[in-house]
């Protein structure tokens, strides 16, 4: 492994802290501009959440990938998405667990899990046969992701969508100027596109600096940067009792990473796999299947199997560094 140089790289380590401040305000001011805009325009609850809130999740790991493709960096833009579905379930669910034990809703586990696990599939499934995510993949991505939410929404109509909290913006939202909500939409869009722009350009250079990889880099730097708001939402879901509301928000990103983010990056550019690992996705696999099977044995992850989830998460990271 190539030596760091003689100055420390204090100026990329700021890029990376900069563009993860960020894309956190731009992400917050994204979503409370496009729910009020929504609600204004006449919008359900149900359908605003599940689309405007659900894409707002994924914001930091969207601009991230999306500036990794349009620089020639495909590894940032894949590792990003491969380590945030990844950090999601082995870090955020884990400590979620570890917290408190997490019941699991049958809804959940009957359709939510496997589509991601299907996601899972077809992110292998297009990288390791030619070696590339290309524009018509990245297109079909984004039509399953739509069949998806179309789907969630009919059969969500018949229930409650108490997952969902946007109280507060459904409280402002009839009395919000339209200049002030545009402006904070600009200011997010703009955020966003600024701080994923610096986070990749630091990661580029540190990898560099490394001699490691970029996908490396994106897998666990960049990933577990994007996902700090899934963290803070998690375990906040924990300490008011909403454990359930955890796995589906978690779960959920992790379909909206998938489909969404990495269709939209491959759609305006091919993705080559470059230095994606077969081991890497293999990772992400088997995260995915072993939270299919502590959800399906007893419709709950307990603290042990948080504590083994956090475990292989830690050890998974200091193999793909050694």
Same mark, same amino acid.
Do not use: Q, W, Y
């Given at each position: 492994m190539n030596q760091l140089g003689p100055n420390p790289p204090v100026k990329d380590i700021l890029l990376i802290l900069v563009g993860l401040g960020a894309l956190a305000g731009g992400g917050e001011l994204l979503v409370r501009a496009a729910v009020t805009l929504g609600l204004r325009a006449g919008l359900s609850s149900l &359908?605003?959440?599940?689309?405007? &809130?659900?894409?707002?999740?994924?914001? !930091?790991?969207? %601009?991230?990938?999306i500036d990794a493709a349009l620089v020639g960096s495909p590894g940032i833009a894949i590792g990003n998405v491969v380590g945030s579905n990844f950090a999601n379930i082995a870090l955020v669910l884990a400590i979620s667990a570890?917290?408190?034990?997490?019941?699991?809703? !049958?809804? &959940?586990?009957?359709?939510?899990? !496997?589509?991601?696990?299907?996601?899972?599939? %077809?992110? %292998?499934?297009?990288?390791? !046969?030619d070696g590339r995510i290309g524009t018509l993949e990245g297109l079909l991505l984004l039509s399953a992701l739509l069949v998806y939410v179309v789907w969630v929404v009919r059969v969500s109509r018949r229930r409650q969508a108490g997952g969902i909290n946007i109280d507060v913006a459904g409280d402002i939202a009839a009395r919000e100027s339209l200049p002030g909500v545009l402006a904070r939409l600009a200011g997010g869009i703009l955020l966003l596109s600024l701080g994923g722009h610096w986070l990749v350009e630091g990661a580029v250079h540190i990898a560099a600096r490394l001699g490691v990889s970029e996908a490396l880099i994106g897998m666990t730097v960049v990933a577990v940067g994007t996902s700090l708001p899934e963290i803070t939402a998690s375990v906040i879901s924990i300490l008011r009792g909403h454990g359930s509301m955890a796995v589906g928000n978690i779960v959920g990103s992790n379909i909206w990473n998938t489909f969404c983010v990495l269709g939209t990056a491959a759609a305006i550019t091919p993705l080559p796999r470059g230095d994606v690992s077969v081991a890497m996705l293999g990772i992400m696999a088997a995260a995915g299947v072993a939270l299919w099977i502590f959800c399906a044995t007893s419709r709950q992850i307990n603290r042990l199997e948080g504590a083994a989830l956090l475990a292989g998460y830690i050890g998974c990271q200091a193999w793909l560094f050694s």
């Open positions: &359908v605003t959440g599940l689309t405007i &809130v659900a894409l707002g999740t994924s914001a !930091p790991e969207l %601009a991230v990938s570890i917290l408190l034990p997490i019941d699991i809703e !049958p809804f &959940v586990l009957r359709r939510d899990l !496997p589509v991601m696990l299907l996601g899972f599939a %077809a992110i %292998a499934g297009t990288l390791l !046969p």
